[in-house]
């Protein structure tokens, strides 16, 4: 299966405190991207990284990529209460081009 | 128009009903998907069209039949459901399915069905 597994399940922080989460993969992938979603309603794209790339930022947002290790982690900067959402990753297979999701990570920003 | 547009956004149905779901998009996007998500689970996808031609079926029940008349909107047919059929079920739109160029997919807000 190519899905990601991402740990944490769940993540509790104090508001301005940064928060990272993983996500491991199976299989090769032409990229992989972060999704946002807030209380089990629509999907937000954050930022995509290609298999290529090892590093990308997006405003208080850090993407790394270690193709060898088949992972990925997703860092929010000084994390705000509006940040409290599930995060999940996602990869678009080498040859099938499916985008298959993570199991994702809950993250919950305390003011 | 940055959005994909899904209706309704709550749907019950009973189990020998046929009602079906839209969604739309105006980016000019040629590719356009279906995911099923259970509560605190990822989406799963379902259905995959490119150039309004289904590319993918997931081993979708046909229960669930997709249609995509034109380039810009996407229809899910249902008929038959079951109870644990019951989901948020979410439409995306991508510039081009095997190529995202950098902006991923953009998600409708969903259709939450509930079968009873």
């Known amino acids: 299966s190519q899905q990601g597994e991402e740990d944490p399940q769940a993540l509790s922080i104090q508001e301005g405190e940064n928060a990272t989460m993983n996500c491991s993969y199976k299989?090769?992938?032409?990229?992989l991207q972060w999704y946002r979603q807030n209380s089990g309603r629509g999907l937000v794209h954050l930022i995509l990284?290609?298999?290529?790339?090892r590093e990308k930022h997006s405003g208080r947002l850090r993407v790394t990529l270690d193709t060898s290790k088949k992972s990925s982690s997703l860092l929010i900067t000084a994390s705000r209460a509006a940040d409290t959402a599930s995060y999940f990753c996602a990869t678009d297979g080498w040859s099938s081009y499916k985008l298959i999701f993570g199991s994702g990570t809950r993250l919950l920003v305390r003011p | 128009d940055t959005e994909v547009t899904q209706t309704p956004k709550h749907l019950v149905m009973g189990m020998t009903n046929k009602k079906s779901l839209k969604c739309e998009q105006h980016m000019g996007h040629r590719a356009m998907y279906w995911y099923k998500q259970k509560a605190k689970k990822p989406p799963e996808l379902m259905f995959v069209?490119?150039?309004?031609?289904?590319?993918i079926n997931e081993s979708v029940p046909s229960r669930f039949s997709p249609e995509c008349p034109n380039s810009s909107l996407l229809n899910l047919h249902l008929h038959a459901l079951q109870p644990e059929d019951s989901a948020l079920y979410l439409c995306?739109?991508?510039?081009?399915?095997?190529?995202?160029?950098?902006?991923?997919?953009?998600f409708g807000s969903g259709t939450r069905l509930t079968v009873v």
């Open positions: 990284i290609r298999s290529n790339e």
């Open positions: 995306a739109s991508s510039q081009e399915w095997s190529e995202p160029y950098g902006y991923g997919y953009t």
């Open positions: 299989t090769s992938i032409n990229n």
């Open positions: 069209y490119s150039y309004e031609k289904l590319s």
